[in-house]
């Protein structure tokens, strides 16, 4: 079965940074991975698809990479502001077209 | 405005007292699922749809049902809730399998059983 999984739990910074959030999976059988930002109580928001034959994707200060070999993807933020304060979420879409999530790493950019 | 449309937003209900959540989304979207995101758990796949009258068991099906009998709608079904199921339901779709089809979120059902 697969397993999603996100290093930090948790990570806090001070504006202006670059950051790196980090999704494993187990499985290398995916059609695609998804990032995706949720606020409090909100629910989610898409911010990135890479599939499965791509290395990367870019929007905005976002950029995404994949390396489905070693069964790892980064969300690399650029320039961080206290408005990207959020719970960042990866998710695998299998070949079977089940979907797996990470638990998330919650982010707090402090000004 | 694309979007996808659960209701109702908040639920409170007792144990063993039948409830729907309803599903619906304007974007001809074929595939359609249903999700509960528990702490420190995470999202995990209830029940998906890849077309009307498809339905698969995703992880945790248990004490679920659904149904697909139109494309836009995809309504989830607790027979006998019970206080384990007190949680955060998310539906969401995607326009087909596949590689290329990202997957858009309702707002979210928070769901009380006492």
């Known amino acids: 079965k697969q397993e999603v999984t996100q290093i930090p739990a948790a990570l806090s910074v001070p504006e202006g940074e670059n950051l790196v959030l980090n999704c494993s999976f187990t499985d290398s059988a995916i059609y695609n991975l998804q990032w995706f930002r949720q606020d409090p109580g909100k629910g989610l928001t898409s911010l990135l698809l890479?599939?499965?034959?791509?290395r990367e994707q870019t929007s905005g200060r976002l950029n995404a990479s994949l390396d489905k070999s070693s069964g790892r993807s980064t969300l690399y933020i650029a320039a961080s502001q206290p408005g990207d304060s959020a719970t960042y979420l990866c998710?695998?879409?299998?070949?079977?077209?089940?979907?797996?999530f990470g638990t998330g790493t919650s982010l707090t950019v402090i000004p | 405005e694309a979007q996808v449309t659960q209701n109702p937003r908040y639920l409170i209900t007792v144990t063993g007292k039948k409830l729907t959540v309803t599903c619906s989304q304007n974007m001809n979207h074929e595939y359609m699922s249903w999700y509960r995101q528990d702490p420190g758990l995470g999202l995990r796949q209830i029940y998906y749809s890849m077309n009307v009258e498809v339905t698969d068991k995703g992880d945790v099906p248990e004490g679920y049902k659904v149904s697909r009998k139109e494309k836009r709608n995809f309504p989830l079904i607790l027979e006998s809730p019970s206080p384990n199921q007190t949680s955060l339901y998310f539906c969401?779709?995607?326009?087909?399998?596949?590689?290329?089809?990202?997957?858009?979120f309702g707002n979210g059902t928070r769901l009380t059983v006492t």
């Open positions: 890479i599939q499965s034959s791509q």
């Open positions: 969401a779709s995607s326009l087909y399998q596949g590689a290329n089809s990202p997957l858009h």
């Open positions: 998710a695998v879409r299998s070949t079977g077209n089940q979907f797996y």
